[in-house]
């Protein structure tokens, strides 16, 4: 089978088979970068361009690697450089790019949406990268990689988010995959940081962490911004970690062989604890790790690939 | 100059007329509504099958003249009334500079004589620079011709100057309109606070925040005995607070538009900038609150908040967009579908809410077709289908969420002071 769109927007647009399909194709990139050498020929010729409105180094790397690895030529575009400081309109400098006729453009945008908007206009396949507080599908689709390759399945799992959900396009996208595949979600945080009716998204919600620990087979953990603080969402980091952190007493409450994850960057002593992020529960670096099979799956299933075919 | 309408279904509710019957229009005023009129020398117009109706008012349209003119003009913008069957339109303040002095009063209605065909009754600011800090000259600009006084656009966030502004505004017997929008509370939302904005990731524009000013504005109309005018309306709360106001027989009105009548939050589900507005598209139980209201009289008027941009401006991301959509040339068509065609009130009423309501929360001696009444006529075809063609706007802008629909029922003429300015028989 292949994706139906040409794009990759977000979770809520793709089915649970597309969904398996994507994590199905990573499982054989993912050998790839365990060999001597790294790099598979399948999308020679191909361009991508790397657009990369709001800073990030992380998932920016890692798209880099999984085009590298695939052989496609890559582009990097960040405002600091370019005439998207001139005043230049997103669409206007979208377009200019779509012009030299890329097959890929790689959005990271602080604006919810601006991906979608691309995709209106653009000839390219456009994949979210991560659109404000909206959704970051890549991020979802490797949290959930990990979880299988931990688990074993993804059905029946119980998941726990805690942190600041509101702003959280990572909590969305794993809310929506999470569902899609039959997973348990719990969102937990204070009631100023979660979403006005998230739970019609499909979870349940506590405002005490140790419930939402309770059972849980996997933890995920978000970052919480200082500018939160500043703007009224908590009195104070300290509290914040108190109500919200995660350390190793309060994680023996989850299932025994749960496992920790954050999609980083990590405030070590706020939301996680060094023991925790350290610590045997942690697949912190394997999310890391995954990140780069599932994007290379995602690159390679978006030009039309099927999956099987793909590593030889 | 006499103008004689010929067989038309006349409705006007303000002198309990529902019949076939010939309206006679002599030099800007109506002379008789009788059965067979003879012409005698009158030009004659035969609307047997159309339905004659007091001339239509929008009293919330921003004409974006002076300084934003290649949104809209004081003569585009009276050209796209004309065409969607208004005979008239209240032009809010928010202009470049605003309208806070005589002389931006007297520019838009010297641009009005000049270009129009419709009446344009312009809106004063209540403040200085609409910047809320001290009153503006209301006396002189009524005395200019401004009709209503309001800061659109902004609310007036103190509660002493609101209290002050409706205690000077009774000298002249003119409202104060008020956006009712608490802008801590709204602290930049773009869309409805919502399952929408939760699964868009886009910030919630919660509807408390215009709850908060319409009960505020309504102890304080209490307090001064000065006369409130809630503008488009948005919230069940805020519609049970005006219901409430009015059995206590305060003088509190509101307007609402057809797009909160006509559609919810979900029509952003595709970052559709053309869905965003101020105040935003509310819930489904809002949208039916509101329905609710203008059946049981809660609401006076229906007024479009007409906001032109251009198109430019609204091809961006949704959050940088602009707020609001044009809806002069859409507005009469929603209506006769939706509400008179979906059964939500009757003719009767909708001319109510267009001619009857808007010229009394104004103050002004329309929306009747009495003999002695200015001859300002509203011609409709109940049966007329439109599809929503940005392409025939007459409007400068094309900001529409309903380009492509297609409704049933027509604004098909539009005669003010006597003369047709708009014929699409």
């Known amino acids: 089978m292949k994706l139906r769109s040409r794009h990759l927007l977000g979770i809520a647009a793709l089915e649970p088979d597309e969904i398996f399909l994507i994590l199905d194709t990573a499982e054989g990139f993912a050998e790839v970068s365990t060999r001597e050498i790294k790099k598979v020929p399948t999308l020679r010729g191909k361009t991508v361009v790397n657009f990369f409105v709001e800073p990030s180094t992380r998932t920016r790397s890692s798209f880099e690697l999984a085009e590298k690895r695939l052989s496609a030529d890559s582009l990097n575009f960040s405002p600091g450089a370019s005439s998207f400081v001139k005043g230049e309109t997103l669409l206007d400098t979208a377009r200019n790019l779509d012009a030299m006729a890329p097959d890929y453009i790689v959005l990271r945008h602080s604006e919810a949406g601006a991906p979608h908007f691309l995709a209106r206009h653009c000839r390219s396949s456009i994949i979210n990268a991560g659109d404000g507080s909206h959704e970051h599908p890549t991020q979802a689709l490797l949290d959930a990689f ?167 | 100059m006499r103008l004689l309408l010929k067989n038309g279904r006349v409705v006007d509710p303000a002198s309990g007329v529902d019949g076939v019957l010939d309206v006679l229009l002599e030099d800007g005023k109506i002379t008789k509504v009788e059965p067979r009129i003879p012409a005698r020398g009158a030009q004659v117009e035969d609307v047997e099958g159309l339905v004659v109706c007091p001339g239509f008012l929008d009293i919330h349209v921003h004409l974006r003249e002076p300084g934003q003119e290649w ?112 802008p801590v509370l709204v602290d930049g939302g773009v869309m409805n606070e919502g399952e ?38 948005s919230t069940r709360r805020a519609a049970a607070s005006v219901r409430r106001a009015k059995k206590k027989g305060l003088r509190i009105t509101c307007e609402v538009t057809p797009h909160h009548l006509v559609l919810n939050d979900e029509a952003v589900s595709d970052y559709d900038t053309n869905a965003k507005m101020n105040p935003p598209l509310r819930s489904e139980a809002d949208r ?40 002069l040339e859409t507005a009469v068509s929603l209506c006769l579908d939706r509400l008179v065609h979906g059964g939500v009130i009757d003719l009767a009423r909708l001319v109510e809410l267009l001619a009857v309501g808007p010229a009394a929360v104004l103050g002004l001696a329309k929306g009747s077709l009495r003999p002695g009444a200015d001859a300002d006529v509203t011609v409709l075809d109940l049966e007329r289908g439109v599809k929503v063609d940005a392409a025939r706007f007459f409007s400068k802008s094309a900001n529409s969420p309903f380009l492509g629909w297609k409704l049933r029922g027509a604004p098909v003429a539009t005669v003010v002071g006597g003369r047709i300015v708009h014929d699409a028989r």
């Open chain 1, 146 to 312: 990990t979880m299988r390759q931990r688990k074993g399945h993804l059905a029946g799992l119980r998941v726990a988010i805690v942190g600041d959900i509101l702003h959280s396009r990572v909590a969305r996208s794993n809310i929506l995959l999470l569902n899609r595949v039959g997973a348990r979600v719990t969102v937990c945080g204070p009631p100023t940081l979660l979403p006005i009716e998230v739970e019609r998204m499909g979870c349940a919600v506590t405002h005490w962490i140790d419930e939402a620990l309770q059972g849980a087979d996997v933890v995920m953990m978000l970052r919480v911004q200082l500018e939160r603080m500043q703007s009224g969402f908590f009195p104070t980091l300290r509290e914040y970690a108190r109500l919200y952190g995660l350390d190793a007493r309060r994680l023996k409450l989850a299932a025994p062989d749960a496992i920790v994850m954050h999609p980083g960057p990590m405030n070590r002593g706020i939301e996680i604890m060094g023991d925790v992020a350290d610590g045997g529960s942690s697949v912190i670096l394997e999310q890391v790790t995954n990140g780069v099979a599932v994007r290379m799956a995602v690159l390679y299933l978006l030009a039309g690939g099927t999956e099987g075919e793909a590593t030889a």
């Open chain 2, 196 to 233: 929408t904005a939760t699964r868009l990731g886009l910030k919630g524009w919660p509807g408390v925040a215009e709850d908060v000013m319409v009960e505020r504005d309504i102890l304080l109309a209490e307090d001064t005995r000065g006369h409130v005018h809630i503008a488009h309306m």
């Open chain 2, 288 to 327: 039916l609150a509101l329905l609710e209201a203008l059946a049981d009289r809660t609401v006076d008027a229906i007024a479009t908040d007409h906001a032109p941009h251009h198109g430019d401006e609204k091809s961006v991301e949704f959050s940088r967009a602009p707020f609001g959509i044009v809806g």
């Open chain 2, 71 to 182: 949104k809209e003009t004081v003569a585009t913008g009276a050209r796209a009334a004309a065409a969607g069957g208004f005979t008239g339109v209240a032009c809010m303040p928010n202009t470049i500079p605003v309208n806070d002095s005589r002389s931006v009063t007297e520019y838009i209605l010297a641009q009005a004589r000049e270009h129009g065909g419709v009446q344009v009754y312009p809106i004063g600011c209540v403040t200085k620079g609409q910047r809320g800090e001290e009153l503006a000259e209301m006396g002189d600009m009524f005395a200019a011709g401004a009709r209503g006084f309001s800061d659109d656009g902004r609310c007036v966030s103190s509660s002493l100057l609101m209290r002050r502004a409706l205690e000077y505004s009774r000298i002249f017997g003119v409202p104060v309109i008020d956006h009712c929008e608490d």
